[in-house]
Nanobody
Framework: QVQLVESGGGLVQPGGSLRLSCAAS????????MGWYRQAPGKQRELVAS???????DYAESVKGRFTISRDNAKNGVYLQMNNLKAEDTAVYYC????????????????WGQGTQVTVSS
């Protein structure tokens, strides 16, 4: 069974930091593109950051310079280091993974974790 399990969320003050972790099982992890998405109340789910098996990364403009995504293929893990957190970062954060498709095709074997709550408040 495929599982993506997030951890590391919590309550922090503005300007604080958190490190989210996602542990994957049941997949050939190294070939998957992994990412972090978030969804705040009343808003659409949005991509925060992604990382390929070769560690190429992409970030939402709103988090560039503050968040860093990384992966450890030996541990089947993907991480999101979040620094200088803002109230606008408050959301449920979800781990995501998929097999990159050929050009023009849909994603293969896409999976989602259950999410972890991040609340930034003073």
């Amino acid at each position: 069974q495929v599982q993506l399990v997030e951890s590391g969320g919590g309550l922090v003050q503005p300007g604080g930091s958190l490190r989210l972790s996602c542990a994957a099982s049941g997949i050939m992890f190294s070939i998957y593109v992994m990412g972090w998405y978030r969804q705040a109340p009343g808003k659409q789910r949005e991509l925060v950051a992604s990382i390929t098996g070769g560690s190429n990364t992409d970030y939402a403009e709103s988090v560039k310079g503050r968040f860093t995504i990384s992966r450890d293929n030996a541990k089947n893990g993907v991480y999101l280091q979040m620094n200088n957190l803002k109230a606008e970062d408050t959301a449920v954060y979800y781990c995501n993974g998929y097999i990159p498709p050929p050009l023009g095709n849909s994603r293969r074997a896409e999976y989602w974790g259950q999410g972890t709550q991040v609340t930034v408040s003073s």
